[in-house]
């Protein structure tokens, strides 16, 4: 069953803002992922973080993982308008390497 | 390296016609490939767990005959989709796991976009 659930489910912006998009999971998790998808395309992995670990940088991305509150934010500073697509988080459970995907926010940057 | 292929890209066929989708690790082996479905405007949801070897695992709800595994090699596992019918239409995307390498990581292919008349 999908477990992770992104807010918000859409979210236009300008070139040059910021992005943050929210996950929230429901059970234990060993790691959570993002990962960015464009339109028809397959997914690109974008960044791991794991259960013991609460903030996470590469590049122009930033991700949070608060496990108490079971949830987790992407941060995309100095959005660029190839930066448009989906953006989904994953989990994988203690002891499993299956991922469960959540809803995905789609993300517009305006040139 | 780590990348995956999937082929074809794209397929139309006519209901009640049989599909196989092959998905490759080009530059890598993979015991355990995994297969999703994705609807228009939806997540990704998990269908099966493909291992080497033996028989896949498949998720509730996701019919074993309908939508056969075989992964036959290290570096191949194909998905056939038996007697489509127009629901069937989907996106479908594969990913690998890489032998020896993170248990964490799962390279995806570019997926297949089936459509069936």
């Known amino acids: 069953s999908q477990q992770g659930e992104e807010d918000p489910q859409a979210l236009s912006i300008q070139e040059g803002e910021n992005a943050t998009m929210n996950c929230s999971y429901k059970t234990s998790i060993n790691n959570l992922q993002w990962y960015r998808q464009n339109s028809g395309r397959g997914l690109v992995h974008l960044i791991l973080i794991r259960s013991n670990e609460r903030e996470k940088h590469s590049g122009r991305l930033r991700v949070t993982l608060d496990t108490s509150k079971k949830s987790s934010s992407l941060l995309i500073t100095a959005s660029r308008a190839a930066d448009t697509a989906s953006y989904f988080c994953a989990t994988a459970g203690a002891g499993s390497y299956q991922l469960t995907f959540g809803k995905g926010t789609k993300l517009s940057v305006i040139p | 390296g780590a990348v995956v292929s999937q082929h074809p890209s794209r397929v139309i066929c006519k209901s009640g016609t049989s599909v196989k989708i092959e998905c490759r690790s080009l530059d890598f082996q993979a015991t355990t490939m995994f297969w999703y479905r994705q609807f228009p405007k939806q997540s990704l949801m998990l269908m099966a767990t493909s291992n080497e070897g033996s028989k896949a695992t498949y998720e509730q709800g996701v019919e074993k005959d309908k939508f056969l595994i075989n992964h036959a090699s290290l570096t191949l596992s194909t998905l056939t989709v038996t007697s489509a019918h127009p629901e069937d239409s989907s996106f479908y995307i594969c990913?690998?796991?890489?032998?020896?390498?993170?248990?964490?990581?799962?390279?995806f292919g570019p997926g297949t976009r089936l459509t069936v008349l």
């Open positions: 990913s690998a796991r890489r032998n020896g390498g993170s248990t964490d990581t799962q390279y």
